[in-house]
């Protein structure tokens, strides 16, 4: 191919988490800055490799889905629109250049990316930029409701407490208006070799089976993010009774699922708040409409709390150096991944999260609570467990959360720690939940389900359960739960608590490559 070939100014978009038309600066500065734009996603293997410390698949087929659906959808998008999208398998930082090197350096004005701020994300735009000397680099910050440059401090001054991040932005910075996108977009270079998009096959996974119970039949693309706004605000008018329902735990309606979608870049905040101040317009403004709002703040805060503490966000002691006792042990962690610690609350939601890729805040909370604080087991396997298998997983709101969770965050007042039997008992009062995901328990009927150790004899019988043998007895009792288990049951201690070899951890540069979890010396 001649390098004059393209007689115009290319640039070249890499997309990586923000795969959609509207709103994307990144490809609005190409399509202003060029005669041709080539918008180019790469499958970089390290994708598809294991999880930092413990090895897990790294990107689970529930967001392996969604993902190839996102750019089938975005191809057609950009096909509509007169262009088209690049796909090839390879490391970013070679393949770009490789390219550059096919067209021909001349011809290429610059490329253009949206700026990310956790490690492995900022590793290859450094790899990139290097390997790019000599041709322009158009970095573009874009994935929060707030702009960076907007926000009332600098990045390494972003407040440890989340309230005064929160008000000091609603106070002091405006949000930007959405990008008006072309109709027609710049058109591809000539010549280029689209590629085709892999399967799930190429990728070395099965398709995930669906489950009948999912909350949410998640399809990815930008078309099915707006159309689900358009559904949740429009159609069923349930963001009007959001902060009511938003803890709850069945089904599509309770919350908004936009976290998918955000995830991958499919939805912009930005258009989100838009639509939600056109609601507040023509049909009502209450609690629940700002609280969706509200929470978007809180997806902002963990990014740019990635973005001050750098590196910290991964450390076992966390963003300030908080050293607590964690333990690595095989079968309390294998209990809690695979749904059989014998608590039902934790049980049905990391059953849920199995099945399906999802799991509601609600779910999250316990179950994060239940691995640090009642297991005491090293936060990491949590959150990389997550990693793995969420289908909206983002780092910042993975790892943050995690931290927060751990209690090693930057706030040390949320240290919290979740009662499990109380939490059940309150979000799912007469135990629906929990017999939708754990159909050993399905004939104990109400509340009681959320503590079967509390059951005479008698009533396990009739049940048809027996506890240790149809459906594990509790790992660990906390002596909290006591208190509110149904109908005030006494329950005996029948739970054996767990041990474990405590082990010490440290940075995640320092632990790469530990391999926990496949290594035979811990395997049961
Ligand atoms: P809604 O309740 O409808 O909230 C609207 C939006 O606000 C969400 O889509 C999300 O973008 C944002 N949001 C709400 N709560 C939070 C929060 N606590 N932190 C950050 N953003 C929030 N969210 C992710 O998007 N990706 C993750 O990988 C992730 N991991 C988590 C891990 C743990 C241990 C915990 C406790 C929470 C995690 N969350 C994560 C946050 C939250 O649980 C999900 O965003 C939410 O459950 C997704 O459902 P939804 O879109 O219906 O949320």
């Known amino acids: 191919m001649s390098a004059t070939k393209f007689g115009g100014r290319?640039?070249?978009?890499?997309?990586?988490?923000?795969?959609?038309?509207?709103?994307?600066?990144?490809?609005?500065?190409?399509?202003?800055?060029?005669?041709?734009?080539?918008?180019?996603?790469?499958?970089?293997?390290?994708?598809?490799?294991?999880?930092?410390?413990?090895?897990?698949?790294?990107?689970?087929?529930?967001?392996?889905?969604?993902?190839?659906?996102?750019?089938?959808?975005?191809?057609?998008?950009?096909?509509?629109?007169?262009?088209?999208?690049?796909?090839?398998?390879?490391?970013?930082?070679?393949?770009?250049?490789?390219?550059?090197?096919?067209?021909?350096?001349?011809?290429?004005?610059?490329?253009?990316?949206?700026?990310?701020?956790?490690?492995?994300?900022?590793?290859?735009?450094?790899?990139?930029?290097?390997?790019?000397?000599?041709?322009?680099?158009?970095?573009?910050?874009?994935?929060?409701?707030?702009?960076?440059?907007?926000?009332?401090?600098?990045?390494?001054?972003?407040?440890?407490?989340?309230?005064?991040?929160?008000?000091?932005?609603?106070?002091?910075?405006?949000?930007?208006?959405?990008?008006?996108?072309?109709?027609?977009?710049?058109?591809?270079?000539?010549?280029?070799?689209?590629?085709?998009?892999?399967?799930?096959?190429?990728?070395?996974?099965?398709?995930?089976?669906?489950?009948?119970?999912?909350?949410?039949?998640?399809?990815?693309?930008?078309?099915?993010?707006?159309?689900?706004?358009?559904?949740?605000?429009?159609?069923?008018?349930?963001?009007?009774?959001?902060?009511?329902?938003?803890?709850?735990?069945?089904?599509?309606?309770?919350?908004?699922?936009?976290?998918?979608?955000?995830?991958?870049?499919?939805?912009?905040?930005?258009?989100?708040?838009?639509?939600?101040?056109?609601?507040?317009?023509?049909?009502?403004?209450?609690?629940?409409?700002?609280?969706?709002?509200?929470?978007?703040?809180?997806?902002?805060?963990f990014k740019f709390v990635a973005l001050k503490f750098g590196d910290r966000l991964f450390y076992l002691h966390g963003l300030m150096g908080v050293r607590k006792p964690w333990k690595r042990d095989q079968r309390l962690f294998d209990a809690w991944k695979d749904g059989r610690t014998g608590v039902p609350f934790v049980d049905s939601n990391m059953r849920e999260l199995k099945s399906t890729g999802f799991m509601s805040n609600r779910g999250r909370q316990n179950v994060a609570s239940f691995l640090t604080k009642d297991l005491g087991l090293d936060w990491r396997l949590g959150a990389e467990w997550f990693e793995y298998l969420l289908v909206d997983h983002d780092v910042c709101s993975n790892y943050g959360n995690w931290l927060y969770s751990a209690g090693v965050g930057n706030d040390p007042r949320q240290d919290r720690k979740f009662n499990m039997v109380k939490q059940g008992l309150d979000y799912d009062p007469q135990g629906d939940y929990i017999r939708q995901w754990i159909p050993e328990l399905n004939t104990i009927r109400d509340g009681s389900v959320h503590t079967p150790w509390t059951l005479s004899l008698g009533a396990l019988r009739q049940s048809e359960v027996s506890l240790g043998e149809t459906y594990p007895n509790p790992i660990v009792k906390a002596p909290e739960w006591n208190r509110h288990s149904h109908r005030n049951n006494k329950g005996g201690n029948r739970g054996a608590s767990g041990g474990g070899r405590g082990k010490g951890g440290h940075s995640r540069g320092k632990q790469r490559g530990m391999d926990f979890y496949f290594s035979s010396s811990q395997k049961k």
């Not at 999880?51 to 967001?63: A, L, S």
């Not at 322009?136 to 990045?155: A, E, N, Q, R, V």
């Not at 870049?265 to 969706?292: A, D, F, M």
């Open 10 to 301: 290319i640039v070249i978009c890499v997309l990586r988490n923000d795969l959609r038309y509207h709103d994307n600066e990144v490809l609005l500065w190409a399509h202003n800055n060029a005669d041709h734009v080539l918008p180019i996603y790469c499958f970089d293997p390290r994708h598809y490799e294991g999880t930092w410390h413990f090895n897990f698949p790294k990107t689970g087929p529930f967001r392996l889905k969604f993902l190839l659906e996102s750019l089938g959808d975005l191809r057609s998008i950009l096909k509509k629109a007169g262009s088209g999208l690049i796909v090839r398998r390879g490391e970013v930082e070679k393949v770009v250049p490789d390219l550059i090197q096919t067209i021909g350096k001349s011809n290429v004005h610059a490329v253009a990316f949206q700026e990310e701020v956790t490690k492995e994300e900022l590793d290859v735009q450094t790899a990139l930029v290097k390997n790019l000397a000599g041709t322009g680099i158009k970095k573009i910050w874009g994935s929060t409701l707030f702009h960076k440059d907007d926000i009332p401090f600098k990045s390494d001054r972003v407040p440890d407490v989340f309230t005064e991040f929160r008000k000091r932005c609603e106070g002091g910075a405006t949000i930007r208006s959405t990008l008006q996108m072309p109709d027609q977009f710049r058109p591809l270079p000539p010549g280029i070799e689209e590629g085709n998009l892999p399967t799930m096959e190429d990728l070395g996974q099965a398709a995930p089976v669906n489950d009948s119970r999912t909350a949410f039949p998640f399809k990815g693309g930008e078309t099915t993010g707006l159309d689900r706004i358009q559904q949740y605000f429009w159609g069923s008018n349930n963001i009007s009774t959001y902060k009511e329902t938003r803890n709850g735990l069945i089904g599509s309606e309770y919350s908004t699922k936009f976290s998918t979608w955000l995830a991958h870049g499919c939805l912009s905040p930005r258009k989100i708040y838009e639509e939600v101040k056109k609601y507040e317009r023509q049909r009502t403004s209450n609690q629940s409409t700002y609280w969706v709002i509200f929470e978007l703040i809180w997806r902002d805060y």
